[in-house]
Every structure is written in structure tokens, then in C-alpha cells.
């Protein structure tokens, strides 16, 4: 039944909120400030589990259920993520299609259950969510097709595997094409500057966040964790193809693969506080880049 | 036998001028109707001994038209003394114009429906070309009168177009008879008789140029008599003048009579091998024929026109059938048979929406499935039928015609075929559809149909046609696999 | 012989351009009751030798009724009508002449395209009769009367007859009767109609018949 | 076999019943629905069988019609395709039963009951038909019979034209069909199917079978009359020809693929084209509709693209000799036949319920009905979810496995096969999120939020019949997704029919793919678990806190109105914006003006592309050049002698000469 380490999954559910507060920390170390400690998305989450809730009068079984499929969906992908040449606890042959439609799944009820508390707001981001995933998720797939396309392998895990530095030597283009357009899709999917700004509520330029506005208590908490499991897996995938340093020795690349999402994390910070937000309309024309580079990646 | 088929009617026809009381006239109409289809039903069993030294006999095709024709007018007849009950009024007020007309004497209109019959049974039986010639033209003065029984001037003239358009077009085909009996001459003056038997087992002597000539005047003589275009031009006209029986009749039985008259010279040169040049015509006017119903039919506003446009179209598939030869005769045949049905019926329930609606124009009718469930639904009927949708006859006779089409690589021929038949369809629809479905319109009362039979008889005919589309006798068959050899 | 014959079809011939080119109803009417008896002589002389009783009979009797009978009703369904005596063409007289013209022409090529094999007939005899058919259609189709029409209609049939006079002599008598019958009782039809035509618009323009049509 | 006659012989004696007993009270109804459920339990037995991998069974009758011949045969293809066709037909007896009162004394009810049985007997001779005669007969009785039931109101104008335009078009889409099958019996005379042989080009045959059963399955740009024809049916006739009708279509396409051989690549390319497009249109103008059941008769097309989608991948892998990707293919496609009969009967039933409780079919006028039709919403989000191709539902399954043969071929073909594969890949990527979207749409606007009318506030639950259809169906598309691996397994002799690769390397393909989808179904489960496990850890978390509740978040606006909310057009306006190249969408806009502006009108309204600029100038151009030759019937007599003298001189001069 399990096909590799739970290693992964173990560490994903553990460090998630940390690479959050990397970004963060880089982005008001970049400001001059001397920015929040590291394990504040850990207290907040927990003094999220322990407040009351407030619930819209319009909202019904739908708004509740969000969340809760939410990570569930979420958490059962981080089950096929690999993770610094560890394979992950499942693999079969088709599986990132699983993880995209899981994500898909979240997606789907976050969305219903911004509509159900018919704030016009959160309709609006409601929109642009599945406007923006909606174009996200060709990229994506013609990304991991690429992949697929130069392992000649159908599952994420031995996928990441057999990406190694020789790869790279001698499908250097062709990689680098499709990380680019993973990290666009990364950016895109977890709600970061260029596209997002997950620092603000209110503006009407919001997407992500405003659609979260009626949500408190255990319900945010879940889905505040969810969003940093979800950065998380992409993080994986991509430090996956970035990084792919398999020296055998476990503890090495287990800690090569850490650095790097730390890096990710701190590059990630960079963007952000060196970075405008795109207009709104443009995010299309960014989507539209990615799915070119990935077609392109396969194309060559 | 054969004569009693010709004298019955006849002379039916002659007494009906001079009975008074209309009961025992109608009486007399359906009695004799029964006692020809019963005589005709019995000639399959029977079959009956050639008269006058063989000019009068029945061939497997006399007997499927005679038959039809028959059948037809039985149904016909009841419809008609229904009819003539509504129709007793003195004066009527015509719905177009509002001016006030009379009929025609009853007497004199169904003396002529018998002669009318009389004359088509002779066409059907005769043997001899000129004998079949005077027996068509006996059907034209027969039915003028039929078109002029409401007293106005729109019939008049469709009468009078109808008289003078297709006397010329059979006096033309006169013309062709003479012109075969030259071509039967042969160089040491002595000749071949005129009958079709001795002219199909002499085929090969025939002088060609003389035939071919003979075969355009009979094509172009009886085609304007059948309604092919552009000859074709009477018969919207007539059909939608004359009370609905008569259009009935005309469009079921008499197209059929002067498809006939073309049949027997295409017998003629099948036999004689010449059947290339004489299918190449056929296929030309079926398919013109087609073209011009398409055009005609599409924005007809007027039903019984758009019906009539529809008659064209058929008789061009007939053409088209007989023109391709081999399986499509069959189909062609068999398509006779549907085309006549469905044709009758329609304009059976066609008169049942004139009696009710007041109006010819189809814009003007809608709900006839409200007003007039039986004849609203028949309408339906009749309209997916005539334009070749299964379950319905039509679609399997026009279905074998498009296989011979095609089976014999005349690719161009099936497509047009197709073309138009898609053409017609959707042109139909549109109208017919519009007619029988929605609301009616406020005014329109739901006119109670006295006369049962105005609505059972079109029933009955809806059923065959049914029946047709799903069981083809075998008795039928093996008939028309008869009549379809003689043409090759 | 054959001279009487190619006279008689010579006559018709002329018979023919009197009806085209004639602006008098009553003279068109003169005219083609000159062709039925033309027709009649014809009937007979083409037979020769070998008269037989009905071959003299039937001819005479087609003469009567086509020279006689059939005029006399025209004449007085134009009375009953009393309409202008005049023809009242659609095209002139001088392009009805033309016309005429070329009908001949083509009479001719078509005569010579095809030869008659019985030596009896002569040569003028497939385009004389060819010729006044083709003079009837003209007529009907260039003039407005509806009187007019039957005088085409006539034309056209005598054109038919004269044909199968010269050619069909094995015709058997009651298909020739059956003719003479239908042709009669066509005529007598279609002057009920004129009458009914005049009584219904008094006046026998087959103008005026243009109610039905699909014009758009 | 015979359980299937006798089912025909129950829904003909159902048809004739409910037009005899006509005006006997609810007579027709209980006839009438009664014929259609006892037949269909009789007949899904041995389809049941059959489907399973019994021996096929045929039953030959003579037949005097020409080339006719009474030719049943019940084969594994045929039999996959009966089952839903009973199932739903079943299930839309029931639900009409109940449904139709609505209309009881305003309409006559025996109709619907006459052609509902008629359709359902056609639908069945249609896959069992091995004739062509008998087969184009049942074909054109199931256009006629649905086209009755689509025009059941037919007191309103857009019905007729729907009914007309649906007419048109299954009748010239019958004329190709004519042409096919002529062209395949041209070889050795019968009409029978097991005579038939591709002797013309079998590439000219399959595009005549593409065309003609394609109008019926509505591959764009063949499907016009789709979405006119759905949304005026009754919902429990939309949920049949959605549904199953138009899959005869794919049933069709696939019964000729078996006459045709081994199947050449750019057939599939032509698929995957076709695929693409309608699922990608298809989509688009789902987004852009406002009408549910207009939405919902869109979203088939984008199905039935889906399955080309499929079919068109097999056809390459079979082409290029690669069976996994061939059979993989072909049961992802056929496997969505199943899964699409099953949400989408869900969806039109959903539908149904709540134009019966709003009397409004129009999107924007509804909202909040999922507190009021709490039966109706939790079964319609089901349906959207699995529409949606959102695990751990059956849509997903079917997706994954064509997925899963594209992948397989990007991986392994050459340039030559794996263009196609891409397209199908991101195809489906770009569908599936736009599919999502619209179904956030529909379900969010419809179920959520406030009531947007007072008709939406009076909303009301429809009653059991009503709603059981709806739960069985969601039961199913739960089931496959959980256990679609047993399906997938069991798809081996219907694969191996319709591919003609043989049985056991058809199974050990199919086990392999089951595989990936026996954990996807794993997936499903745990997924399941988990989330019930979330949702009760946080009403523990919650258990000893203050959980209050208050107005909705207005973000500080004071006094917002349900009129506010978000609606279905404006949610789908950022994509409508961004593919606006591919909707012309029509707006009208009366502006705001002036300092104290008057009420402002915004207008949105999206027409069929190819219904507006391709069929209706084309139809339209027709008839105009038709009326050109009106001038031929003058009504002058002289003139019309002088057509007959032109032609007879014509002719004369042509043939003697």
C-alpha cells in the first residue's frame, strides 16, 4: 500500500507555516523592520483554533464544509509530493493529475462558500479565483506534462527522482522553460505579488483573502493552514526540479532539499518587496506566458 | 371484366346527371365507388381476360394504378357526400374577396367524378397508345368541371388554364403517338400495331430518329398532363382552386394516370435499347422538377399550393426513379403508390382546415392540433411523411431510389437529390409546423366536423400510409418487382 | 396525286400565316375552318387507290365538324360575348408574321431530319403539318383573347391531324372517332368556359385571368 | 433477448394504453410511467449480462419492407449503451410523473406519456438494430418522438422554433447517415450490419458518419440545435435526450468505427480537434448563459467534446499500435458516456426541480434556494462537483483515465502521435477549470446567498418522485467514483468490441489503468474521512466557544440588499471578458448621466456563434435565392404555352439533331 517515505508528508504538515514566515520575515527585513518571529503563523493558528466563531445568517452547511475539504483536499495531495529524493507515501501512475484536481476540489468549495455568505465582495474574488485557476491549471498540467515528457515516467515521485543534475546538463533549456512557468503558476495558485497581495483585505484588487472576509475561528485557522500547506507543495515540486541533488546520503539531500525551499522562501520575499502588484487585467496575459513556456518546453 | 371497370362508372355517371334527390345520387356515388374497388381487388385474384383484341388488358402497372385509383376514389367518395352535405347552402361567401358565389349543380359534379373515374380506368387498361391517348384527354374534360365547382372567378380561370394547357400538351402528345406509328412503319410499309405488348416485342425494328422524336412529344405531352416542370404550371393553380376532394383526386390518382401514358413509352424504349437517351430526359425533368417545387415551396404562404408545389416535387422523384433504372424503378413505383396516399390525405385535411379556418393563407392558421385534433394531428402526419421521415411509406420508396442512385455512381444525381429533398423539407416544416402547433386564434371556433367521414376517411389513409412505412405485402411486392421489370 | 397533296399542304400552310397575320377575329375563324376541310380532302386523297367506305366517311365527318360545326359555335360564342371583333394581339402582326417565318424554317430542317419511309406522303408533309402546330402555340401564346386561344388550340390539333391523316391510315376507326370525339367535346368545353369567362368579367381577355399567381 | 422484446412489448403496449385510456384522470400517467420502469427493469438484465462479458445475442426476423430486415443484436457495445438508457429513462418516468402534474387541465397528458414510451422503445432498437433499414427507422422514430416531447408547450413561439430548428436539423443529419449506409451495404447488396464492408473510402464513410451522427451528438458546429432544443423540453425529457439521446449519436459513430478497419491517425486527430473545440465552446457559452437549463444543454456539448476527446486519443494510439493508450482512451470516453448519463440526469432533474419551484428558469432571479430545496441543492451540488471532474467523484474517473492516455502518449509517441496528446491534455486542463467555474456559477448564484426575487424567496421543495431520481443518480456517481476501478475492469469485452484488439491484452491493459484508479478511488474514501474528520474536530474545537451569528460582512457598508449580490453574470464576466473573441456577447447599456442619474439598465446576452453566423444566413440566403425563380409563375396563360413550345423545340433540336 505505501509506496514511500511518510517522511514527507510528516515534514510538509509540520514546516508549511514556517516557509510563510520566511516570506514574511524577508520582506520586512527588506523593509528595514525587524519583522515578527518566525513561529508566528504557529501562534496565530493557535489562537485561531481557540477563539469562538461568528457566522453570516445567510450562510448555510456549505460555508462550514469549506474549510474542512478544504485542507482535507489539500493535505491528501501533499500525499503524492516527493520530497528531497524521498518518494512520497503514494505514487501511481497519473497521480499529479490527482493532485491538480484535489487542489481543483479545495478550490471549488473555498469559492461556494464565499458565495454562500452573498457578500458582493467575496463574489468578486469568488470570480477571479476560478478566473485566474482556470487558465492555471493548463499551464500546470503542460508543465508536469513536460516533465513527464523528459523522464518518460507518469508519476510524480519517480518524476522528481530521476530529474538530476545530469538532467539538467544536457535539458538545461527545457527545464528551465518549465521552471519558469511552475513558479509563474506557483505564485498565481498561492495567492503571492505579482499576482495577489496577501497582506491586504480590503482593496477591491483582492482576490484570495476577500474571499476568506466572513470566516473566524477554527474555520480560518484551517484554511490559513491550508493555504500554507498548498505553498508548500508547490515549493516541493519546484525545489524538486530546481534542486534535484541526490548525493544517497538521506540526511544530506533531506537537508539540501530544506535550504532550498528556505531559499525559495526568501526569493519569494524578494519578489514580493521588490515588486508591484500586476493590474488586475494583466494576470490573464502572465497566466498566458506560463502556459506558453511549458507548450514550449514540450515543443523542444 | 375490364369493360364492366369502364362501363360501371360510366354509365353511373350518366345516371347521376338525371337523378333529382341528392340521397339516392350519393347513394349511387358510394355504391359505385365500393363496386369498382371490390371489381378492381378482384382482378388479383382473377385475372381478367383482355378485351377488344387485347386493347384493353390489365399489365401488372394498369393494374397497380387502376387499383390505386379505385381505392382512392372510394375514399374520395365518402369524403365527398360528407362534403356535399356541408356544401348544400345556396350561396357561400368567398374568404378572400367577401363577394358571394354558388356551386356547381351537384348532379353535374358527381357525374363527373364517375366519368372522371371512368376515364382514368381506361387509362389504366389500355393497352392501345391512341386508345390510352383519348382515355387522358377524356380525363381532362372529366376533371374541368370538378375545378369549377365553386362558381367564382379564381376557379374559372383555373379551370380554363388547366383546360388549354394540358389539351395543348396532350394534343402534343397525339402527336407523339403518330410519330411512334411512323417509327413502327417499316421500310416495306407494313407496321406494328400500336399495342404496347407488339411494340415492346418489336422494339429493335423501331426507325430511332422517328422514336426519339415520338418519345420527347410523349414526355413533353403527357409530362404537362403529370406536372412535371416547366409544363407544370396548371397545376398549382387547379389544386388549390377545386374543392379539396377534386385536389385530392387530381394530385392521387390523375398524375398517376399521365405518369402512365410516360411509363409505356419508356416500356417501349427499355425494349428497345434505348433506354439511355430516354432515362438521361427523365432524369433531367425529374430533377428540374425537384428544383423548381424547392423554389416554390420555400415562402409559399398558400397551403394548398405549397401541396401542390409538393405533387411537382414527387412526380420529379417518379421521374428520377424511372429515369435511374434498375432497383429505382421498384422504388419508383412503390414511391406511386406512397405519394398518392399521403398526397390525398393531405389534401383531405387540407379542406377540413379551409372549412374550418377560412383561409388558405398558413400564416393565418395556427392550433389546428387544438381546433382539429384528428386533422391537426394527421396534418403532422402527412407532412413528416411526404417529406420522407420513417416510419412513413415515402421514406422507404425514396430511400430505394437514392440507393439505385447511388449504387449505380450517379453521384451527382443523389446529391441534388438529397439537396433538394432537405430543402423541401425544412421550406415545409416551417409552415406546416407553425399551422398545427401554438394557439389558435381567437376567432376560430372549434367548427364541429358534421360529416364523420371528413375525418375518418383522411385517418384511414394516414394509417396506410403508416403501415406502408412499416409492412409492404408481399402480394404487393412481387407486383411491383413485376411492374418494375417492365421498364427495365 | 401527290400533286393534289403537296397543293392541299401548301394551302394549309397559307391557312396558317392567314391566322397570324388576319386582325379579324370572324376571318381567323374563316381561316381555320378552311383547314378542316383542307384536312378532310387531304384525309382522303393521301389513301389513293385503296378507298375504303370508312375511309371516306370518317374524313368527311372530321371536315364537317372541324369546317362547319366547330366555326359556327366560335362565331357565336363571340357574338354571345359581343366583344371587339378584333384580335388584339401581344405582339404585332408583322413579328407574328416573323415568327411564323421561322416556325417554317424550322418545320423544314425538322422535315428533313426526318424522312417518312411510306412513299405515299410527300416531303412537305412533315413540315406542313409541323408548321401549323407550331402556328397554333404562336397564336396562343401571342394573343390575349380567350377565343383566340381555342382558334390556337384548334391550329395545334389540326397540325396533329394533318399528320396523322397523311401517316397513321392503320389508325383503327374508333381511335380516329375517339379523336374527332375528344377534340369536339374539348372545344365545346372550353367555349362553356369562355362563356362562363365572359359572363364572369364581360369581356374574354385571357388578361384578365391573372388572379393566381406567385409573383412575390 | 427476450427479456427485451417483452420490454419493447411493454412500452409499446404503455404507449398505445396511455393514448387509449387518454381521458380516464391520471390513467395515462400511471400507464405510461408504469410501461416505461417495468420495461426498463426487464430489459437491464440482460444488458446487464451482456455488458458483463456474456455471449452477445442476435435475433433475426424477416421483414417485408425493402432491404429490411428484423435484425436485433445485443452485443457488448450495444449493451453498455442500454444501461443507461434504461436507468435514466426509468428514473424520468418517475420524476415526470409527478413533474406533469403541474400541467394537469391546462395540457393533455397522455401525449408525453405516448412519446416518452415511444422514445424509450426507439432509443433501445436503436443500439440493438442491426439493419440499417430497421436502425434508420428507430433513429428518425427517436427524433420524431423527442422532437413531440420538446414541443409539449408548444403555445410558446421560442418552443416552435426550437422545435423546428431541432427537426431541421436531425433530418439532414439523417441524410448523411442515408448516404453512409448505402455507400457500406454498396459491396455485397444487404443492408444487414454484419454484411456491411468499407469498400469506398472508409476515410469518405467516416466523414459521413462523423457529420451525420455527430448532428445528433452535437459536436460543434453541428449543435445548434442543442441548446435551443434542451431547455424548452419538459426537465424530465432534457435529462433523457441529454443524457442518453445524443449518446446514440456516439453510439452510432462507434457501431460504424467497427465496419471501418483499423482506423487511420488523422480520424483521430479530427477528434481530438472536434473534441477540443466543443468542450472548449462548449464550456464558453455555458459561462455566458443566463438560463439554467440553457447552461446545462451547453454543458453536454462540452461533454460530448470530452468524449471526442477520448475517442480521438484511442484512435491515435490504436493508429499508432500503442494498445494502452488505445484502450485507455476508449474507456475513458466510453466510461464518461456513463458518468455524463448519470450527473447530467442529476443536473436537468435538479433543474427541473427548481424551474417547478420558482417559475423562473433565469439564474440571476434566483439564490438561497438551498435553504428552501435542501433535497434538490445537496443532490445538484453532487452533480456539479462530478461534472466538474472534481474527485471524489465518477467525472473525475473518466477524465483521469483519458488523462492518464494522453499523458502515456506525450510520453511515448513520436511527433507524429503526441501533438494531438497535448491538445488533449491542456484541452481537458483548460475544460475542467472552466467547467468548475461555470458550476460555481450555477450552483453558487442558484443555491447560495440571498433570494434575488420574491419568487426565489417563495421557492418551494419538489415532492419525493420529484426527488428520489436526483439521490439514486448521486448515489451512482459516488459509487464510480469511489469503485470506478471494478467498472473499468469490467469495460474488457466492450473495449475489445469496439477497438477489435483482442480480449486478454484489452484486460491487461485495463487492469493496469485500473490500478491508478482503484487509488483514486483510495483517495476518494480517505478524502471522504478526512474532511467528516475536520469538519467534526472544529465542531469540537467550537463546542465550548461563543458561536454567534450576524448579518454578512458588508466591509462597513451599512444597509447592504440581497439585489447586490454577485450575479451569475457578473461572476462570469472576467472569463466571458478574456474569450469574448469566441461569445459575442451582445450589451446594452442605458448609462448613468447627470448628477442625480436615473435607474441604469445593463443588458447581457449571448447567442449560439455558429446559430447566428453560419446557419440561420445560410438557410436564410437559401430561400432568398429560391425566390428568385418566383417570377416563373406569372399567371399569364400565353405564357406558360410558351414554356411547353421553348422545351418541346429545345428538345427536339437537342435529340434529333
Redesign the interface.
Known amino acids: 500500500m505505501l509506496s514511500g517515505s511518510i517522511l514527507p508528508l510528516i515534514l510538509a504538515v509540520m514546516l508549511a507555516p514556517l516557509m510563510q514566515a520566511v516570506i514574511t520575515r524577508t520582506k520586512s527585513v527588506m523593509a528595514g523592520r525587524v519583522g515578527q518571529p518566525l513561529l508566528q503563523p504557529y501562534w496565530d493558528l493557535l489562537k485561531l483554533l481557540r477563539k469562538g466563531a461568528v457566522y453570516s445568517n445567510t450562510t448555510t452547511w456549505i460555508f462550514q464544509m469549506g474549510p474542512a475539504v478544504g485542507l482535507a483536499s489539500v493535505i491528501l495531495a501533499m500525499a503524492l509530493v516527493p520530497f528531497g529524493g524521498l518518494s512520497a507515501p503514494f505514487a501511481f501512475s497519473g497521480d499529479f493529475v490527482l493532485i491538480a484536481y484535489l487542489m481543483g476540489l479545495g478550490r471549488f468549495f473555498t469559492v461556494l462558500a464565499a458565495l454562500d455568505t452573498g457578500s458582493s465582495f467575496e463574489g468578486m474574488g469568488a470570480s477571479r479565483e476560478v478566473t485566474f485557476s482556470a487558465l492555471a491549471e493548463p499551464a500546470l498540467f503542460l508543465g508536469l506534462a513536460a516533465l513527464a515528457r523528459q523522464t518518460g515516467l507518469l508519476s510524480l515521485s519517480p518524476v522528481l527522482a530521476a530529474i538530476s543534475t545530469v538532467t539538467w546538463m544536457h535539458a538545461a533549456p527545457i527545464l528551465s522553460l518549465t521552471l519558469a512557468g511552475l513558479i509563474i503558476v506557483f505564485l498565481a495558485e498561492n495567492a503571492r505579488i505579482p499576482v495577489d497581495d496577501p497582506t491586504t483585505h480590503l482593496e477591491l484588487t483582492m482576490i484570495h483573502e476577500v474571499m476568506v472576509l466572513d470566516h473566524s475561528g477554527p474555520d480560518f485557522a484551517m484554511i490559513q493552514y491550508g493555504a500554507a500547506l498548498k505553498m508548500w507543495l508547490f515549493a516541493a515540486i519546484i525545489i524538486g526540479v530546481a534542486a534535484p541533488w541526490h548525493l544517497g546520503n538521506r540526511l544530506i539531500d533531506l537537508g539540501a532539499a530544506l535550504g532550498a525551499m528556505l531559499v525559495l522562501g526568501i526569493a519569494a520575499g524578494i519578489i514580493e518587496s521588490s515588486m508591484a502588484r500586476l493590474r488586475l487585467l494583466r494576470v490573464p496575459q502572465l497566466l498566458l506566458v506560463a502556459i506558453v513556456l511549458s507548450a514550449l518546453a514540450l515543443a523542444l | 371484366m375490364i369493360v364492366l371497370l369502364i362501363i360501371i362508372p360510366a354509365s353511373a355517371g350518366l345516371a347521376a346527371f338525371f337523378i333529382e334527390s341528392d340521397r339516392l345520387r350519393r347513394i349511387l356515388l358510394l355504391a359505385t365507388a365500393s363496386a369498382q374497388t371490390a371489381l378492381s381487388l378482384t382482378t388479383w385474384i382473377v385475372s381478367p381476360a383482355p378485351a377488344l383484341g387485347g386493347w384493353l388488358a390489365e399489365d401488372a402497372l394498369g393494374r397497380l394504378i387502376e387499383t390505386l385509383t379505385s381505392v382512392l376514389f372510394l375514399a374520395a367518395s365518402f369524403y365527398a357526400v360528407a362534403y356535399l352535405r356541408e356544401e348544400r347552402r345556396q350561396t357561400h361567401s368567398d374568404f378572400e374577396e367577401g363577394f358571394l358565389f354558388s356551386n356547381a349543380r351537384e348532379a353535374s359534379f358527381t357525374a363527373c367524378l364517375l366519368f372522371f373515374l371512368a376515364a382514368m380506368t381506361l387509362v389504366a387498361v389500355s393497352q392501345q397508345l391512341a386508345l390510352l391517348w383519348v382515355a387522358v384527354e377524356a380525363t381532362t374534360l372529366a376533371s374541368a368541371p370538378l375545378i369549377y365547382f365553386h362558381r367564382h372567378h379564381r376557379s374559372l380561370e383555373a379551370t380554363w388554364k388547366y383546360l388549354l394547357i394540358c389539351s395543348v400538351g396532350i394534343a402534343l402528345a397525339l402527336l407523339g403517338i403518330f410519330f411512334l406509328a411512323v417509327a413502327a412503319t417499316n421500310p416495306d410499309g407494313t407496321t406494328i400495331p400500336l399495342t404496347v405488348q407488339d411494340l415492346r416485342s418489336n422494339a429493335h425494328h423501331l426507325n430511332v430518329p422517328w422514336f426519339r422524336a415520338a418519345f420527347v412529344l410523349l414526355l413533353v405531352g403527357f409530362g404537362t398532363k403529370m406536372g412535371l416542370a416547366p409544363f407544370h404550371t396548371w397545376l398549382p393553380d387547379a389544386h388549390s382552386e377545386a374543392p379539396s376532394v377534386a385536389s385530392a383526386l387530381l394530385s392521387g390518382a390523375l398524375l398517376n394516370c399521365a405518369f402512365l401514358g410516360i411509363l409505356r413509352a419508356q416500356e417501349i424504349s427499355v425494349a428497345g435499347g434505348l433506354a439511355d437517351f430516354s432515362d438521361k430526359l427523365l432524369l433531367v425533368f425529374g430533377l428540374i422538377s425537384m428544383g423548381v417545387a424547392a423554389a416554390f415551396i420555400s415562402g409559399q404562404t398558400d397551403y394548398k399550393r405549397m401541396l401542390a408545389y409538393s405533387s411537382v416535387e414527387h412526380m420529379g422523384i417518379l421521374a428520377v426513379g424511372v429515369g435511374l433504372g434498375g432497383a429505382a424503378v421498384f422504388g419508383a413505383v412503390l414511391h406511386v403508390i406512397n405519394h398518392s396516399l399521403t398526397k390525398a390525405m393531405l389534401f383531405l385535411v387540407a379542406g377540413n382546415f379551409l372549412a374550418a379556418y377560412r383561409t388558405k393563407n398558413s400564416a393565418e392558421v395556427s392550433g389546428a392540433l387544438s381546433v382539429l385534433p384528428v386533422s391537426g394531428v394527421l396534418w403532422l402526419v402527412g407532412l413528416l411523411a411526404i417529406t420522407g421521415s420513417p416510419p412513413f411509406g415515402p421514406f422507404l420508396s425514396e430511400f430505394t431510389i437514392l440507393k439505385a442512385a447511388l449504387d449505380h455512381g450517379q453521384i451527382f444525381v443523389a446529391v441534388l437529390y438529397l439537396v433538394l429533398l432537405a430543402i423541401i423539407m425544412a421550406a415545409m416544416a416551417a409552415p406546416a409546423l407553425a399551422m398545427a402547433q401554438g394557439t389558435p386564434a381567437a376567432d376560430v371556433k372549434a367548427a364541429p366536423q358534421r360529416g364523420l367521414a371528413l375525418s375518418v376517411v383522411p385517418a384511414m389513409l394516414g394509417i396506410a400510409v403508416l403501415v406502408m412505412g412499416v409492412y409492404v405485402p408481399p402480394v404487393l411486392t412481387r407486383a411491383l418487382r413485376e411492374a418494375a421489370h417492365l421498364l427495365g | 396525286m401527290s400533286q393534289l397533296i403537296n397543293s392541299i399542304l401548301i394551302l394549309l400552310v397559307l391557312t396558317g400565316f392567314m391566322l397570324l397575320s388576319s386582325s379579324r377575329l370572324a376571318a381567323c375563324i374563316r381561316a381555320i375552318a378552311i383547314q378542316g376541310v383542307l384536312l378532310g380532302i387531304l384525309a382522303i386523297a393521301v389513301q389513293g387507290r385503296q378507298l375504303s367506305m370508312a375511309g371516306v366517311l370518317l374524313p368527311l365527318s372530321s371536315a364537317m365538324v372541324k369546317g362547319f360545326v366547330l366555326p359556327w359555335m366560335l362565331l357565336r360564342a363571340m357574338r354571345e360575348a359581343d366583344t371587339v371583333r378584333e384580335v388584339e394581339p401581344?405582339i404585332s402582326y408583322n413579328l407574328s408574321i416573323i415568327a411564323g417565318t421561322a416556325a417554317l424554317g424550322?418545320s423544314l430542317w425538322?422535315g428533313h431530319?426526318?424522312q417518312?419511309?411510306?412513299?405515299l406522303a410527300s416531303s412537305l408533309l412533315v413540315p406542313a403539318a409541323f408548321f401549323t402546330?407550331?402556328v397554333g402555340?404562336?397564336v396562343?401564346?401571342?394573343?390575349r383573347k380567350?377565343l383566340t386561344?381555342v382558334l390556337g388550340?384548334l391550329a395545334?390539333?389540326n397540325?396533329?391531324y394533318a399528320?396523322?391523316a397523311a401517316?397513321?391510315l392503320?389508325?383503327?376507326i374508333?381511335?380516329e372517332l375517339?379523336?374527332l370525339?375528344?377534340v369536339f367535346?374539348?372545344v365545346f368545353?372550353?367555349g362553356i368556359?369562355i362563356f362562363?369567362?365572359s359572363r364572369?368579367?364581360n369581356h374574354i381577355d385571357?388578361?384578365?385571368?391573372?388572379?393566381?399567381?406567385?409573383?412575390? | 433477448m427476450t427479456a427485451l422484446l417483452i420490454s419493447l412489448l411493454l412500452f409499446g403496449t404503455g404507449a398505445a394504453g396511455s393514448l387509449i385510456f387518454a381521458n380516464r384522470g391520471r390513467w395515462p400517467t400511471f400507464i405510461g410511467a408504469g410501461s416505461v420502469i417495468v420495461g426498463s427493469l426487464f430489459g437491464i438484465v440482460p444488458a446487464l449480462r451482456v455488458a458483463l462479458g456474456a455471449p452477445p445475442q442476435s435475433l433475426r426476423i424477416a421483414w417485408d419492407v425493402p432491404y429490411g430486415s428484423l435484425y436485433f443484436r445485443l452485443d457488448a457495445l450495444s449493451a453498455f449503451f442500454l444501461l443507461p438508457i434504461f436507468l435514466i429513462c426509468a428514473l424520468a418516468a418517475l420524476y415526470g410523473a409527478q413533474y406533469l402534474e403541474a400541467y394537469r387541465g391546462r395540457k393533455a397528458l397522455a401525449p408525453p406519456w405516448f412519446f416518452l414510451n415511444v422514445l424509450t422503445a426507439s432509443m433501445v432498437v436503436v443500439v440493438l438494430a442491426h439493419n440499417a433499414i430497421l436502425f434508420l427507422t428507430a433513429w428518425e422514430t427517436m427524433a420524431l418522438s423527442s422532437f413531440f416531447l420538446v414541443t409539449f408547450e408548444d403555445e410558446k413561439e421560442s418552443t416552435r422554433q426550437a422545435g423546428w430548428t431541432y427537426l431541421v436539423a436531425s433530418h439532414i443529419g439523417t441524410a448523411f447517415l442515408l448516404v453512409l449506409f448505402v455507400l457500406l451495404s454498396k459491396a455485397n447488396g444487404s443492408m444487414d450490419f454484419d454484411r456491411f464492408s468499407a469498400s469506398a473510402g472508409a476515410g469518405l464513410l467516416f466523414v459521413l458518419a462523423l457529420i451525420g451522427f455527430g448532428t445528433k451528438a452535437g459536436f460543434v458546429p453541428l449543435h445548434v440545435w442543442l441548446p435551443e432544443a434542451h431547455p424548452a423540453a419538459p426537465s424530465h425529457v432534457s435529462a433523457v435526450m441529454s443524457a442518453v439521446m445524443i449518446k446514440t449519436g456516439i453510439y452510432g459513430l462507434l457501431r460504424i468505427l467497427t465496419f471501418l478497419g483499423p482506423p487511420q491517425a488523422w480520424w483521430g486527430w479530427t477528434l481530438c480537434a472536434i473534441g477540443l473545440t466543443s468542450g472548449v465552446l462548449g464550456v464558453l457559452l455555458a459561462l455566458a448563459q443566463h438560463d439554467l437549463k440553457r447552461l446545462l444543454a451547453y454543458h453536454s456539448v462540452e461533454n460530448i467534446g470530452i468524449i471526442a476527446l477520448g475517442l480521438g486519443v484511442g484512435m491515435v494510439g490504436l493508429s499508432a499500435g500503442a494498445p494502452f493508450i488505445a484502450i485507455a482512451g476508449f474507456a475513458g470516453a466510453l466510461l464518461h458516456v456513463l458518468n455524463h448519463a448519470l450527473f447530467k440526469g442529476l443536473l436537468f432533474f435538479g433543474a427541473g426541480n427548481v424551474a417547478h419551484g420558482t417559475h423562473t428558469r433565469e439564474i440571476d432571479r434566483m439564490g438561497g434556494l438551498l435553504r428552501r430545496m435542501p433535497g434538490t441543492g445537496a443532490t445538484f451540488l453532487i452533480g456539479a462537483a462530478a461534472i466538474s471532474g472534481l474527485p471524489p467523484l465518477n467525472g473525475f474517473i473518466s477524465e483521469f483515465l483519458i488523462y492518464l492516455a494522453s499523458f502515456k502518449g506525450a510520453v511515448s509517441l513520436g511527433a507524429s502521435g503526441n501533438v494531438p496528446m497535448l491538445a488533449a491534455l491542456s484541452g481537458l486542463a483548460l475544460i475542467g477549470g472552466l467547467a468548475a467555474a461555470c458550476f460555481a456559477k450555477a450552483f453558487g448564484i442558484v443555491f447560495l446567498g440571498h433570494p434575488r426575487t420574491e419568487d426565489a424567496e417563495g421557492a418551494h421543495e419538489a415532492g419525493l418522485a420529484m426527488l428520489a431520481p436526483g439521490f439514486i443518480l448521486a448515489a451512482g456517481c459516488i459509487a464510480i467514483g469511489l469503485f470506478g476501478s471494478a467498472v473499468v475492469r469490467s469495460m474488457a469485452p466492450l473495449i475489445s468490441t469496439v477497438t477489435g484488439l483482442s480480449l486478454i491484452p484489452v484486460g491487461q491493459n485495463l487492469a493496469e489503468a485500473s490500478n491508478s484508479v482503484a487509488r483514486v478511488g483510495y483517495f476518494g474514501a480517505v478524502l471522504i474521512g478526512l474532511a467528516t474528520l475536520l469538519s467534526l474536530a472544529r465542531r469540537i474545537a467550537l463546542s465550548p466557544r461563543r458561536v454567534a451569528t450576524a448579518e454578512t460582512w458588508g466591509c462597513g457598508y451599512a444597509s447592504p440588499s440581497p439585489r447586490m449580490q454577485y450575479t451569475g453574470a457578473s461572476f462570469a464576466q472576467p472569463l466571458t471578458e478574456i474569450f469574448a473573441a469566441f461569445l459575442q456577447t451582445h450589451q446594452s447599456f442605458t448609462g448613468l448621466e447627470e448628477f442625480f442619474p436615473q435607474a441604469a439598465e445593463f443588458h447581457t446576452h449571448t447567442d449560439d456563434p455558429y446559430q447566428s453566423y453560419v446557419f440561420r444566413p445560410l438557410f436564410r440566403g437559401i430561400s432568398r435565392g429560391m425566390t428568385y425563380l418566383r417570377p416563373l409563375q406569372q399567371g399569364k396563360v400565353q405564357l406558360y404555352v410558351l414554356y411547353i413550345a421553348i422545351t418541346l423545340l429545345a428538345l427536339l433540336l437537342w435529340q434529333i439533331s
Open positions: 401581344l424550322l425538322l431530319r426526318l417518312l419511309s411510306s412513299q402546330s407550331l402555340m404562336i396562343i401564346a401571342s394573343r380567350a386561344q388550340y395545334l390539333e397540325g396533329v399528320f396523322g401517316v397513321a392503320r389508325l383503327p374508333l381511335v375517339g379523336i370525339l375528344d367535346v374539348g368545353v372550353m368556359a362562363h369567362i364572369e368579367f385571357a388578361d384578365k385571368l391573372q388572379a393566381l399567381t406567385d409573383r412575390l
